[in-house]
T-cell receptor
Framework: AQSVTQLDSQVPVFEEAPVELRCNYS??????LFWYVQYPNQGLQLLLK??????LVESINGFEAEFNKSQTSFHLRKPSVHISDTAEYFC?????????????FGTGTLLAVQP | KAGVTQTPRYLIKTRGQQVTLSCSPI?????VSWYQQTPGQGLQFLFE???????NKGNFPGRFSGRQFSNSRSEMNVSTLELGDSALYLC???????????FGQGTRLTVV
């Protein structure tokens, strides 16, 4: 079984400051890792994913995440946030090589960017 | 390419009634999964369908059921609604196994 922990339920940050949203996972098997973002009254949008290859993955809007197998972490970072980044961010895992697309989600982190 | 479409977007039902939610996946996607999102429990997996077969099921009572049609469209049904079933129900489609999931905007169900 897998589980995902997002220790920070809310992260307040000023505009143009850097931010890190933490994600740790637990699994007895190898996993794929994802970050999704949810704006109010919307569904989830895929922000970035780690399936294989380079452990550093980047999104088109400046976010990046690094897969650290030894620490079982997949923290999300952005060097300079904007007001428009205010949203809830969910870390998720799915079983590597399993015949499923089932996602296990963390409890989410609300990123609140202040002017 | 059209995204995942869920209908209706909003729904209000009375306790004891039943409800059916619909999900049209991205064209060519064969896997459809359903999730329930509530403030208290977060995002919880309901079930997954692949080529009309239920492949995985979460820990929900039998009142929650689903199906997938030959065109990959999926429906989920909740019978004997309870107040606690009030939630945002999200559908996600994937092209095949072990690929990323694309989510619809969800159906907001309110049980009164």
């Amino acid at each position: 079984a897998q589980s995902v922990t997002q220790l920070d339920s809310q992260v307040p940050v000023f505009e143009e400051a850097p931010v890190e949203l933490r994600c740790n996972y637990s699994s007895s098997v190898s996993v794929y890792l994802f970050w999704y973002v949810q704006y109010p009254n919307q569904g989830l949008q895929l922000l970035l994913k780690y399936l294989s290859g380079s452990t550093l993955v980047e999104s088109i809007n400046g976010f990046e995440a690094e897969f650290n197998k030894s620490q079982t972490s997949f923290h999300l970072r952005k060097p300079s946030v904007h007001i428009s980044d205010t949203a809830e961010y969910f870390c998720a895992v799915s079983e590597f090589g399993g015949a499923t697309n089932k996602l296990i989600f963390g409890t989410g982190t609300l990123l609140a960017v202040q002017p | 390419k059209a995204g995942v479409t869920q209908t209706p977007r909003y729904l209000i039902k009375t306790r004891g009634q039943q409800v059916t939610l619909s999900c049209s996946p991205i064209s060519g996607h064969r896997s459809v999964s359903w999730y329930q999102q509530t403030p208290g429990q977060g995002l919880q997996f309901l079930f997954e369908y692949f080529s009309e077969t239920q492949r995985n099921k979460g820990n929900f009572p039998g009142r929650f059921s689903g199906r997938q049609f030959s065109n990959s469209r999926s429906e989920m049904n909740v019978s004997t609604l309870e107040l606690g079933d009030s939630a945002l129900y999200l559908c996600a489609s994937s092209q095949q196994e072990n690929t990323e999931a694309f989510f619809g905007q969800g159906t907001r169900l309110t049980v009164v």
